[in-house]
């Protein structure tokens, strides 16, 4: 039999599936990084964490929200076994900011003075936890609302009356060198200063945060933010 014959033949049709903390991070999975890896064959799922069950009443489940690290691990261990193909790939979207004490390598990354060896060592220890060749973890720095920062202008152009906050909240992040080194402090966090700059987008962030991504564009997204870009690319060379 010759080496032709004895090749494995390409896997096709793949799948990503993305367990993400909110409606946020889903609405960005669904309405921006679908159309991102349908121009590469490759269908996305995106479903917010369980965290709780109506026992009454199994039909009823609440998603949303990543209070304990036991919840993450539940649904992605149940997703994993439910999906065995070769053609699926497992990912996250969980922000740094706010990230439960119980997680995996947490007490580790905290002794971490740089933030992306931090999430490093987070992702690398959420990997190992999950134990599926398939799983690719992702934690954003420091949270969603980074990837705003990417290009403030989309946000200057949804918010004219806010023109001037806007470019104070520039100038305060214009000396780093990306938006996922903005701070995750409590009130200095990226989405606390977009509050502070322009109060509607607290009520309105699960749909003018993935629309304002949608608007800045992957290319942005990954050429100002390292860590984003990363998972992207390794997302897209496990399914090529």
């Not at 991102?36 to 199994?58: E, G, K, M, W, Y």
């Not at 304990?68 to 994993?80: C, V």
């Not at 220890?125 to 954003?140: C, L, M, N, T, V």
Request: aromatic share 10%; with cysteine.
């Amino acid at each position: 039999m010759g080496k032709e014959c004895l090749r494995r033949k390409p896997l096709k049709n793949f799948r990503i599936n993305f367990l993400v903390e909110g409606q946020t991070e889903q609405g960005f999975v669904n309405s921006v990084l679908r159309n991102h890896f349908a121009l590469l064959s490759i269908v996305v799922t995106a479903r917010c964490i369980t965290t709780q069950q109506d026992q009454r009443a199994p039909h009823i489940v609440h998603r949303g929200g990543l209070n304990t690290y036991r919840h993450a691990y539940d649904d992605m261990r149940k997703w994993t076994k439910r999906e065995k193909a070769g053609n699926v790939r497992f990912t996250t979207m969980f922000d740094l900011y706010g990230l439960p004490g119980d997680f995996p390598g947490y007490e580790e990354g905290t002794k971490e003075l740089d933030p992306y060896l931090r999430v490093s060592i987070l992702e690398k220890a959420f990997k190992e936890s999950i134990g599926d060749w398939r799983f690719i973890p992702y934690i954003q720095l420091h949270e969603f609302e980074a990837l705003i920062f990417s290009d403030l202008d989309k946000l200057d152009t949804r918010f004219p009356k806010y023109s001037q906050e806007i470019q104070k909240l520039a100038a305060t992040t214009s000396k780093l060198s990306s938006p996922e080194l903005i701070n995750d402090g409590s009130a200095t966090a990226p989405s606390k200063r977009i509050i502070a700059a322009i109060p509607q987008y607290k009520t309105a962030k699960a749909s003018l945060g993935p629309s304002i991504a949608s608007e800045i564009g992957i290319p942005t997204l990954k050429s100002q933010c390292r860590h984003f870009r990363e998972w992207i690319e390794q997302l897209t060379s496990s399914c090529t």
